[in-house]
């Protein structure tokens, strides 16, 4: 699976791409300069029960890792992935700044 990333100063998107749309996207904006808040996940029917909810945060925490952010989930799925998945805690964000 093919999970695509843009950006531009304030927010981002990643998204799996099909034709004309995205078939799952996980949005997010700046917090600040370090610290990126998931905002939204959805995806399609078509990719219902593949994991791929899972598969863009995956690639935002991968993408927290290289660029030393840290996360704030507020979406309830990605808050639901944090709480299941212990491994990608170390990009959490745990106290204010």
């Given amino acids: 699976m093919t999970i695509e990333h843009v950006q531009n100063a304030q927010d981002g998107t990643f998204f799996v791409p099909g034709n004309n749309e995205h078939l799952a996207e996980m949005t997010y904006r700046r917090h600040d300069p370090k610290t990126l808040v998931i905002d939204h996940t959805e995806v399609s029917d078509a990719l219902k029960g593949k994991n791929v909810g899972l598969q863009l945060v995956q690639s935002a ?3 927290a890792r290289t660029e030393g952010l840290k996360i704030v ?3 309830s799925f ?3 992935m944090f709480d299941k998945k212990p491994e990608l805690r170390d990009v959490l964000q745990t106290e204010p700044e």
């Fill in 78 to 80: 990605a808050r639901a």
């Fill in 73 to 75: 989930p507020v979406c």
């Fill in 61 to 63: 925490v991968e993408y």
